[in-house]
Nanobody, 120 residues
Framework: QVQLVESGGGLVQAGGSLRLSCAAS????????MGWYRQAPGNQRELVAS???????KYTDSVEGRFSISRDNAKNTVYLQMNSLKPEDTAVYYC??????????????WGQGTLVTVSS
C-alpha cells in the first residue's frame, strides 16, 4: 500500500508565498511523474504543475512564473513553491503520483488534500 501525505497549506495574504510538500510512503519501487492539482469550490479539479522523474516540469498558464515544482527522488517527495499568490489561487491542493510498487504494478495515488486560502 502506498500513501501520499501533503503539508504546508494555510492562510496567506495576496502577494505572499507558501510551500507545499507531499511525501510518499509504503511499498514503493519507484515513482514516475508527480503532480499537483487543485480544486476550488464549484470548480473541477485542474492540473497545476507536473514533474517527471528526470525533473522536467510543466505548468498551467495561470501559475507560470509564480509557482515552481520540484522533487527529491531519494525522499519520494514533491514540492510546490507558490509565490505572488492571488485570491484566485484559493483551493484544496492535491498531490498525485504514478507509483511503481514493489510488485512492479503501476498505479496512480492521490493525497488527501491541503487547503490554501489567499486573502485579498
Amino acid at each position: 500500500q502506498v500513501q501520499l501525505v501533503e503539508s504546508g497549506g494555510g492562510l496567506v495574504q495576496a502577494g505572499g508565498s507558501l510551500r507545499l510538500s507531499c511525501a510518499a510512503s509504503g511499498s514503493i519501487f519507484s515513482i514516475n511523474a508527480m503532480g499537483w492539482y487543485r480544486q476550488a469550490p464549484g470548480n473541477q479539479r485542474e492540473l497545476v504543475a507536473s514533474i517527471t522523474r528526470g525533473g522536467s516540469a510543466k505548468y498551467t498558464d495561470s501559475v507560470e512564473g509564480r509557482f515552481s515544482i520540484s522533487r527529491d527522488n531519494a525522499k519520494n517527495t514533491v514540492y510546490l513553491q507558490m509565490n505572488s499568490l492571488k485570491p484566485e489561487d484559493t483551493a484544496v491542493y492535491y498531490c498525485n503520483a504514478d507509483v511503481v510498487n514493489t510488485a512492479r504494478a503501476i498505479f496512480g495515488v492521490w493525497g488527501q488534500g491541503t487547503l490554501v486560502t489567499v486573502s485579498s
